[in-house]
C-alpha cells in the first residue's frame, strides 16, 4: 500500500534524535512522520545520566516523555515500524517499511542509530549497557572506585585506560590475547600500578547483567564489578549509503554543521553521524537539523 500523502520530512528512528527532530520540525507546522521499531540500542540500560532534567531516569521512561510531547503537535504522526529501503523521486523520497507500505516525503532524516559489533564472549551481550559499558560520561560515576577492567588493546586501550583511571584506580586491562602496546605504555601502566592480562575471555558470570567475574579459557577466574568495553561498530541503517551519503573514515555518516549529509535533503544526526554518544547530545543534534531543516524548506517554498 502507497500512502498517497506527501509528508515534508520523514524521520527514520524513534528515539531521542528523531523526536528532538520532529518536535522542532512539528512547531515550525511541517507534516511528519516518524517512523520507528521500537528497538533502541540503549533498552538494557537502567538508568541514563549526563542529562540536565532527566538524571536518573530510564531510557524508556525518558523516551515514552518526550514522544507525548512530540505528539502533540498535530502535524506529526507516527509509524510503528522500520524502514527497508527508500529511493529518491521527482518530489524527494520514497520510503518503503518492513511490511510493505510506501511513505513519499520531501526530504529524509535518519536517526538510525549504530549497532555495537561485540566480542564472542559469552554474557557481554547480556551486561551491555548494564555493567559492561562504553562510556564514563554515562556511567562512570555509578562505578566509581569499583574493580574495573577494560577489554581492548592497542594506542586506544592505553589511551582509554588513562581515561577511565579518573573514576577508579582499581583498574586492570585485558587486551583479550596477546598485547599490542608499547614498551613506554607498558611502562607506564606499570607506574600506575594497572595490570595488563592478555588471557583469553571465555565469559562473563553475571546475575541478571550484573558482572561478577571473567572466566579466561585456561579456567582461571578474575572478579569485576564493571567492564568498560568500547569497540567497532557498524551503521544499524544501510540506506543512507545506498542513497549515495558518505560516510568518515571512522564509518560515522558525514554531514555538515546543520546535520545535512552529502546528498541534498537527507539529514543524519545521533549515534549515526556522531561518536559523542549520550542522549543530550543526540536531543541536540536533532534540535539543529529540525531547525536548519524546516528554515531550508520554508525559504524554498517562499
Not at 510506501?102 to 551491555?128: Q, S, Y
Not at 582509554?160 to 598485547?179: C, E, H, M, Q
Not at 546528498?263 to 549520550?278: F, V
Request: with cysteine; charged share 20%.
Amino acid at each position: 500500500m502507497t500512502s498517497q500523502k506527501l509528508y515534508d520530512v520523514i524521520i527514520i528512528g524513534g528515539s531521542y534524535a528523531g523526536l528532538s527532530a520532529g518536535m522542532a520540525l512539528g512547531r515550525a507546522m511541517l507534516s511528519i512522520l516518524i517512523m520507528d521499531e521500537g528497538k533502541p540500542c540503549n533498552r538494557q540500560t537502567p538508568h541514563s545520566h549526563n542529562f540536565l532534567t532527566n538524571d536518573g531516569k530510564t531510557p524508556a521512561a525518558i523516551a515514552a516523555h518526550a514522544k507525548a510531547q512530540v505528539g502533540i503537535y498535530p502535524t506529526v504522526e507516527f509509524y510503528n515500524g522500520g524502514a527497508t529501503a527508500a529511493i529518491k523521486t521527482p518530489d524527494g523520497f520514497q520510503v518503503e517499511s518492513a511490511n510493505g507500505e510506501l511513505f513519499m516525503a520531501k526530504k529524509l532524516v535518519f536517526a538510525t542509530g549504530i549497532k555495537d559489533l561485540l566480542p564472542a564472549i559469552e554474557g557481554l551481550a547480556e551486561c551491555w549497557g548494564i555493567s559492561a559499558i562504553h562510556c564514563p560520561y554515562c556511567h562512570g560515576y555509578e562505578v566509581r572506585d569499583e574493580r574495573t577492567g577494560i577489554l581492548g588493546n592497542g594506542d586506544m586501550a592505553f589511551d582509554f585506560t588513562r581515561l577511565i583511571s579518573n573514576w577508579t584506580k582499581d583498574l586492570t586491562l585485558f587486551t583479550n590475547g596477546p598485547a599490542t602496546l608499547t614498551a613506554s605504555q607498558r611502562e607506564k601502566l606499570e607506574q600506575h600500578k594497572i595490570e595488563v592480562i592478555e588471557k583469553e575471555m571465555e565469559k562473563l558470570v553475571h546475575q541478571q547483567g550484573q558482572l561478577e567475574q571473567v572466566v579466561f579459557k585456561d579456567g582461571s577466574r578474575f572478579y569485576l564489578k564493571a567492564l568498560y568495553a568500547p569497540g567497532p561498530f557498524e551503521q544499524h541503517c544501510k540506506i543512507p549509503e545506498q542513497l549515495g551519503c558518505e560516510l568518515t573514515e571512522e564509518g560515522y555518516i558525514k554531514t555538515d554543521a546543520s546535520n545535512e549529509t552529502s546528498i541534498e535533503g537527507i539529514y543524519a544526526i545521533g549515534d549515526n553521524a556522531s561518536k559523542m554518544r549520550t542522549v543530550a547530545n543526540a536531543v541536540a543534534m536533532g534540535t539543529t537539523a529540525g531547525i536548519a531543516l524546516s528554515k531550508k524548506m520554508i525559504l524554498e517554498e517562499f
